[in-house]
């Protein structure tokens, strides 16, 4: 098992509604350990890299109403 911990940042979180409505998108997420969202947008995840992907939690999420924050440059 590789386990990846990684920070995105999230366009799509105004509020507390939406942090439970992250929470019920990547709910039972095969593989995904653990996720922690703040009203800020960010979100950490924790997942086992043999049984998802970075492409498929990010898919869930924007099936969800979210989508990566664009990094900013330099």
């Known amino acids: 098992m590789a386990t990846v911990r990684e920070t995105i940042e999230l366009d799509g979180i105004r509020c507390e509604r939406c942090v ?8 039972e997420h095969d593989g995904l350990e653990s996720a922690n ?3 800020l947008g960010s979100l950490t995840l924790v997942y086992d ?3 998802t ?3 498929a939690l990010l898919g869930r999420l924007a099936r969800g109403g979210f989508s990566e ?6």
């Not at 439970?20 to 709910?27: C, D, F, N, Q």
């Not at 924050?69 to 330099?74: I, N, S, T, Y």
């Open 20 to 27: 439970m409505r992250l929470a019920k998108t990547l709910e």
């Open 37 to 39: 969202a703040n009203l």
């Open 49 to 51: 890299d043999t049984r």
């Open 53 to 55: 992907s970075r492409e």
């Open 69 to 74: 924050r664009p990094r900013a440059l330099g």
